[in-house]
Structure formats: structure tokens, C-alpha cells
């Protein structure tokens, strides 16, 4: 096509949030966006992320006809060590690795039949801490697009739902955040704080800055093997930190998150 008509016909993108692993937290809206689509780009992220890669075929065998649909796999670019990087450095390597992630979609794009739907299935909710509608976004200054984001369940919603609780207290704030921000960031004044992406249980460190503080922890939520584990910080968190490393080594893989209450809530 020419640089004039594939202009005045954008590529069709869809970035479609699937909820955490049930096909019970697809939504209607997502299941329509699916069925849009012609081929899915999903991120091959190596062996331990296999049964995510896995979580998204079924979804689309639950949804789709067989043969109305293709997914593509595309190996993730390495990315460095992120654990040792300060914190310019680790902005500076995230940076590198989208663009080398937006090159190569783009290039597979690029590639696809005229007129064919992509799209990409984001665990969760595409708005929480995930890379791909800036990537998307990086793809479109690229080659054109037009992009369409279908809300999904986030980790942090069905954490809540599980536990059955409310996040903020009345008229209160919630915190989201990072384990790699956690510390630096807790203070009482921040009312709830939800943290994702904590590999490292830090909040253990909080025991004794927060001593009133309690714990809503959940894994793998929505999965079959989801476990919920809930009680005052300073009792539970050494019982955690050792049922996470045993979950790890059980299934290959642990996703979780949690909220840091405060009393006024618990
Ligand atoms: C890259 S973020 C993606 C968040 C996702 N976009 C969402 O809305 O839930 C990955 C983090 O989300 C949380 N997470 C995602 N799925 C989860 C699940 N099924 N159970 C527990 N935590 C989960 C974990 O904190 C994990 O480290």
C-alpha cells in the first residue's frame, strides 16, 4: 500500500484488558473486541511466563470459533537488569526496551494482510502498570493506527472483590504503587496503599513504622490456584514471605498483590 492510502486507511488495533486469568472476568465489551480481531500479538516473555501465554490461548478458545483467529508470539527484546539499576538508569533501560518492542511490532504489523484486525490481550486492566497502549502508542508515530482500549478487571479489583472489602476509607485516598517504591513512599497520611509488581514482599519492612498495619495479600487472583491470606502485618508477613517462596517453587511462577490497610478500615 502506499504511504498515501495506508494513511487514509489505519491499521484497526484493539488493546483488549482480559481481567487476571478467568474467563468468567472477560467482559462483554472485551468479547466483542475480540471477535473483531483477526490476529493477536501476544509477548513471549520465556518459559516462567509460559502458562500467561497459555491463560490467553484459552481465553480466545473459550471466546472465538476455531480458525477465525490467528496469535502470533513475539520474543520479548532482553531487557537488563533492572534490579541494579538506579533509578535514571532503570528509566533509561524501560525506554530502550519499548522502542525495541515498538520496532518489532510494527515491523510484524507491517507485515500483516491489508485490513486484518490486531489485537493485543492485556492481562488486567490495561491502565495498571503495563506497557501496552505506550507501545501501541509507539508503533502508531511508526506506522498508522487507530487504537482502540477495552477496560479489563485489574489484579487490584479482584483483590478487593476477594476480600471482600472497600479500599479507601470514607472520602480517604488509595495509593497504588510499586515493592521498588513502597519504602520510600509509605506514610500513614497515604490511606490505603496497594502494591503491585513486589517480588520481594518489601512491605516487611514496614513493620515497624506501621505497627497498626494490616495485610490484604492475594495470588494468582481469579486462577484456579488463587490464595488469599489476610491479618495484621507484623503477624503474618514471615508466614508470607514463606508461602510465596513455596507457591513460586510449586507453580514456576507467583503473581500477587496486596493493600496495606490502616485501623480506621480493617
Ligand atoms: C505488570 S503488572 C500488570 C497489572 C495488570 N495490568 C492489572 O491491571 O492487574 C503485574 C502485577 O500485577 C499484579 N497481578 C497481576 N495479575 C495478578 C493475579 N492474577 N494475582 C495477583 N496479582 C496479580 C501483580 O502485582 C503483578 O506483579
Redesign the pocket.
Known sequence: MSTAAAESNPREVRVIGIG??SPAHVTGQAIAALRECDVFLVADKGEVKDELVAVRRLICEEFLDDGTYRIVTVTDPERGPDAERDRTAYRTGVDAWHAARADRYAEIIESLPTGETVGFL?????A???STIRIVDAVARRLPLRTQVIAGL???QVLAAEHGIVLNGIGQPVHITTGRRLLGEWSPELGTVVV???GALRCRELVERGPELTIHW??????PQQVLRVGPLADVIDELVELRTQLRDEHGWV???YALTPPSLA
Do not use: E
Request: hydrophobic share 45%; net charge negative; charged share 15%.
Open positions: 487476571t486469568g492485556v492481562w488486567g486492566d490495561p495498571f502498570y503495563d485489574s489484579a487490584i503491585m509488581l513486589d492475594g495470588a494468582y487472583l481469579g486462577l503473581m500477587d498483590t
